[in-house]
């Protein structure tokens, strides 16, 4: 699930999942690090040291759990650090003790006993799906403005007129019953869960479903925005296939670097910056 200015960062964190395969299936979406195409997965798996990606694929479809090897290889290729590939072995193990019918209590504790970042916020990927929609995490940007009032009415007007007011309040009390955000006595909404990586680890229906209404309000900015508000560009180019990942990854830094320097703390402006990269043409062969 890219998005919001700050916390929604293309950024794919193994701490968000209680499964291994939705972490590595996701970080194999069309907005992960690799996706699922034959080409890309012959490639992740060659990287990984095999020659077919057919024990790859098999991992993924849950036909059999990671070698040892593999998991090493994954590790390194992932770039996880001691504490998130821990917490991936850990899921493994948790899944073979299901899947055998053993206890699973003491890796349980084991996983609780990992001190996750207090900026990760671990849901399931069917409660992700449920915030999917574009308006979601605008609002949840837009309650951290100096500005911001509790009034649906007012963050109607706001979001320029684009999302119903039974929407408004319907993404507030999801939001609120998940707990991302919270409302004290005096009816003032806050945010308490900064860290959702949104674009990249859900499922891949709720990725094409935020992604189609950010383009959709991209596509409505070109007529209703003054282009000194707005900027639309585009480049068309040739690149070789086995560049890709790389391309994508500078993708990833550019967004970390431009958040890092743009983002305004105390700002009552919301902006969205989309990018897309994508083929324009198809093999033969397919």
């Known amino acids: 699930m890219n998005t919001e200015v700050k916390s929604e960062l293309p950024k794919i964190s193994i701490f968000n999942f209680e499964s291994y395969r939705d972490f590595l299936i996701a970080v194999g979406m069309p907005d992960g690090l690799y996706s699922h195409t034959s080409n890309n997965l012959l490639s992740w798996a060659n990287r990984l040291g095999y020659k077919s990606?057919?024990?790859?694929?098999?991992?993924?479809k849950g036909q059999r759990f990671p070698s040892f090897d593999m998991i090493n290889a994954l590790s390194k290729d992932l770039d996880l650090n001691y504490r998130e590939r821990e917490y991936f072995e850990l899921l493994i193990q948790l899944e073979k003790a299901k899947n055998k019918g053993r206890d699973t209590s003491k890796i349980l504790e084991r996983i609780k006993e990992i001190p996750i970042p207090s900026d990760t916020f671990t849901m399931s990927l069917k409660e992700f799906s449920t915030i999917s929609e574009w308006y979601y995490f605008v609002i949840k940007q837009l309650i951290e403005t100096p500005d911001f009032r509790n009034d649906d009415v007012w963050i109607y007007k706001k979001l320029r007129k684009k999302v119903q007011v039974n929407q408004i309040r319907q993404a507030i009390n999801d939001m609120l019953d998940m707990g991302i955000i919270a409302l004290d006595e005096s009816g003032k909404l806050s945010v308490v869960r900064q860290g959702l990586?949104?674009?990249?680890?859900?499922?891949?229906?709720?990725?094409?479903?935020?992604?189609?209404?950010?383009?959709?309000?991209?596509?409505?900015?070109?007529?209703?925005?003054?282009?000194?508000?707005?900027?639309?560009?585009?480049?068309t180019l040739k690149i070789k296939k086995d560049t890709i990942p790389e391309a994508k990854q500078a993708i990833f830094s550019f967004l970390k670097d431009f958040n890092e320097k743009y983002s305004a703390i105390d700002s009552n402006d919301l902006y969205q910056l989309n990018l897309?990269?994508?083929?324009?043409?198809?093999?033969l062969s397919e």
């Open 197 to 235: 990586v949104t674009s990249n680890d859900v499922p891949s229906q709720a990725i094409r479903k935020h992604h189609y209404g950010m383009l959709t309000r991209a596509m409505e900015a070109i007529d209703e925005q003054n282009v000194n508000k707005r900027q639309i560009s585009s480049m």
């Open 276 to 283: 897309q990269f994508f083929s324009h043409t198809k093999e």
């Open 53 to 60: 990606p057919s024990s790859l694929s098999m991992v993924l």
